[in-house]
């Protein structure tokens, strides 16, 4: 079993037990980005929390025990994305990543903001115009090291 295949098995049985990544987080008392990006193969869970999906998704020892090891992280290939959504994001880096990085020198100074020391969280906000996606990334400040 590689990591893309139990990926793969992961997302069927959720699918086949009807369980959402808010559910599989609750479960493991994490967040669902969190959970979702380990679920995913991005990031590793510890032994009791993998224990416990591999309980609820019914999942083998040694697939139990891959979801502990350190993953080989970035899930997108190296060219431009074609997934629509995906692209979305990489669109808005392209657009306004300067404008990000300007904005956050000004507040913080030169540095950057952590993905290791990091929370993600998706949210529906209601509007009368149609539901809006709110994404928010909240990492620790990460000032560079002045020699």
Same mark, same amino acid.
């Given at each position: ?7 793969e098995k992961i997302i069927a049985q ?45 999942? +083998?020892?040694?697939?139990?025990? =891959? ?8 899930? =997108? ?5 074609? !997934? ?15 404008? =990000?990085?300007?904005?956050? +020198? +000004?507040?913080?100074? !030169? ?7 990091? +929370? ?6 209601? !509007?009368? $115009?149609?539901?809006?996606? $709110? ?13």
């Amino acid at each position: 079993m590689n990591r893309q295949a139990l990926t793969e098995k992961i997302i069927a049985q959720k699918y086949l037990k009807r369980m959402s990544w808010n559910d599989l987080a609750k479960a493991i008392g994490r967040s669902p980005g969190f959970a979702t990006a380990a679920l995913l193969g991005q990031m590793s869970l510890s032994e009791d929390e993998a224990h416990k999906i591999g309980y609820l998704l019914g999942l +083998e020892s040694s697939e139990i025990a =891959l979801l502990q090891q350190v993953p080989y992280r970035g899930s =997108l290939p190296g060219a431009i994305p074609t !997934d629509p959504l995906i692209y979305r994001f990489y669109e808005i880096t392209q657009i306004f990543g300067s404008t =990000l990085k300007a904005l956050i +020198e +000004e507040e913080f100074g !030169d540095g950057i903001m952590s993905a290791i020391d990091f +929370e993600l969280s998706v949210d529906r906000v209601a !509007d009368p $115009k149609g539901d809006r996606v $709110k994404v928010t990334l909240n990492g620790k400040f990460l000032p560079y090291r002045k020699y």
